[in-house]
């Protein structure tokens, strides 16, 4: 891992993005997409980011392989949700327990900082307590449940929210 480097998201990482997503989406229960997405259905999500603000992506490269993303989008689309922001990070399956996640994500949320960004929240679907336990190391605190929010291989699933003040 001397080699990781974060950047900012490009087009050029469009179909690693859509690779590492796409394995959760068929796998596990960490994502409610069910259908897994071409680049092409993925790129208006791609299309809200910036280097800068509070919608961001950020790649991490391990070499010349992109081992994983962290977004920072928009809440919910009214104005006054504007200064929070929903989180989410991904790692490539094999790239997993490296301490990549934490790197990335603490890079995500200190330009966040920066910004005028009140609160990022996580949703967390549940259980996965690799992902409470990152989150929670990162200053994100459980603010509510939605029990059985979603229905993925037969099964409802919680959504576990968490939330990280900055401000």
Do not use: C
Not at 33 to 39: A, G, I, L, M
Not at 137 to 165: C, H, M, N
């Amino acid at each position: 891992m001397a080699t990781l480097v974060i950047r900012p998201g490009e087009e050029r990482d469009l179909e690693e993005i859509v690779r590492i997503l796409n394995h959760y989406i068929a796998t596990s229960h960490v994502t409610f997409d069910t259908v897994p997405f071409d680049s092409e259905a993925r790129r208006a999500w791609f299309e809200q980011f910036d280097t800068a603000g509070r919608y961001r992506l950020l790649i991490a490269e391990d070499g010349p392989a992109i081992v994983g993303y962290a977004a920072s989008t928009a809440l919910r689309p009214k104005a006054a949700y504007l200064p929070s922001v929903e989180t989410s990070i991904y790692l490539d399956p094999d790239h997993t327990g490296r301490g990549i996640g934490i790197r990335l994500y603490r890079t995500l949320l200190d330009a966040l900082g920066r910004e005028d960004v009140h609160r990022a929240y996580a949703g967390i679907a549940l259980p996965n307590p690799g992902s409470v336990a990152l989150h929670e190391a990162l200053g994100f605190q459980q603010v509510g449940t939605f029990d059985e929010a979603g229905r993925k291989f037969d099964r409802y699933w919680s959504i576990g929210w968490w939330e990280r003040r900055f401000a």
